[in-house]
């Protein structure tokens, strides 16, 4: 099968002023697609060229044979998850009670939280992604390095994540990924993604 890149959940400038038409122009047009390309060229005649996407990321995440597909496909998971991250529609920026309470009794605040998440995000070294999971009856915040993804931690279930590679930002922050991060928690959220990827596991 061959593993398709996905339409952008909403206007290539729906984000601005947060997330520039140009940036989305590169990052979703360029990377992202990029991503797609090479994750169909390096899986083309391989035992798993027939898998789903997820499966591609399961089984070559676990076979150093398979490190650059990994790498590429995981990266089409990620961004794709990414764009589902964010919204510019109000009513899914509405945080549902449910989630507002988990977030209290898991961080204290919802300003704890965004508080937390800004941190590692920054402290992240180098490339990677900051993500709220849901882990053994709490949330947590994590991050990853490279294209390292919760979807190969059985434990692990994403609810959101954000990009931190310099691709993502520099073009608007330049250097500032704390801006960027405060940017997106503050303003393009998509608590109702969130909210049924946590849903989606409980069934
Ligand atoms: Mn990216």
């Not at 009794?105 to 402290?123: I, N, P, R």
């Not at 997106?184 to 608590?191: A, C, D, Q, R, T």
């Amino acid at each position: 099968m061959t593993i398709e890149l996905p339409p952008l959940p909403y206007a290539s400038n729906a984000l601005e002023p947060f997330i520039s038409e140009k940036t989305m122009s590169f990052h979703y047009g360029k990377h992202h697609a990029t991503y797609v390309k090479n994750t169909n060229d390096l899986v083309r005649g391989t035992d798993l060229e027939n898998a789903s996407l997820e499966t591609i990321i399961f089984e070559a995440a676990s076979d150093t044979v398979y490190t650059a597909l990994f790498n590429n496909a995981a990266q089409v998971f990620n961004h794709t998850f990414f764009w589902n991250s964010l919204t510019d529609q109000p009513s899914k920026k509405e945080i549902p009670n449910r989630l507002l309470e988990m977030i209290q009794a898991d961080f204290g605040s919802l300003e704890q939280f965004k508080a937390e998440f800004q941190k590692k995000a920054v402290a992240q070294f180098g490339s990677g992604w900051a993500w709220l999971v849901f882990e053994e009856g709490h949330l947590k915040i994590i991050t990853t390095g490279n294209a390292n993804t919760p979807l190969v931690h059985p434990t692990q279930k994403p609810l959101l994540c954000v990009d931190v590679w310099e691709h993502a930002y520099y073009l608007d922050y330049q250097n500032a990924r704390l801006n960027f991060v405060q940017a997106i928690l503050e303003h393009l959220i998509n608590w109702d993604f969130a909210l049924k990827n946590l849903e989606k596991e409980e069934k």
